[in-house]
Every structure is written in C-alpha cells, then in structure tokens.
C-alpha cells in the first residue's frame, strides 16, 4: 500500500500528532489525536494490524512518528505531512 486511498480501504486509522490546542483548530474529524509526545506511551491505543495515516501541522512531527511506530513493530504506516492531506478527496 502506498496511497491514501488505500490505506482508508484496508480500514487504516487516521492519526494526527499535533498538540490538543492546534487540533483544536482544526483537524480531520475521523483522526485520532495523540500529540507526538505522547506516542511512545500511547501505542496500545492503536492496533498493530490496523494502517495507520499519520498526519501532523507540517510533516516534520509525522515523519518522527512513522519511524516510531515502524521500530515499535507497525508495518503499514503511511506519512501524509499536513493533517489536511488525511482527508480523502474522493469523499
């Protein structure tokens, strides 16, 4: 899998890295929010099996993330940078 389209029809998870306050401000409404900080803390929140869409503000966050998930034994894991990137155009 490697687009978007994909990971949404293997039933893959939206996950936005950005804190609570920019979140706030808007976000991908069907994106699961946990700031990249606490990522490392929070990965049984999330199903191994599942694909993860990782989004963030600008895609520096995101990229931390993906790798994190990847060492953490995540295998699909798609970076879309900015979180507006995660919706899905086709919708």
């Known amino acids: ?7 949404l029809a293997e039933g893959g998870v939206v996950l ?3 804190t609570r306050e920019e979140v706030a401000q808007g976000a991908n409404p069907v994106a699961i929010n946990i700031p990249v900080s606490e990522l490392g803390s929070s990965l049984s929140r999330l199903d191994k099996a599942q694909p993860v869409i990782v989004c963030c503000a600008s895609g ?7 790798k994190l998930l990847m ?3 995540f295998d699909n894991v798609l970076d879309v940078g900015p979180w507006r990137n995660s919706i899905d155009s086709a919708e």
Do not use: I
């Open 1 to 7: 899998m490697d687009s978007l389209k994909e990971y």
């Open 16 to 18: 936005d890295v950005r």
């Open 60 to 66: 520096g966050r995101s990229a931390a993330a993906r």
């Open 71 to 73: 060492q953490n034994g």
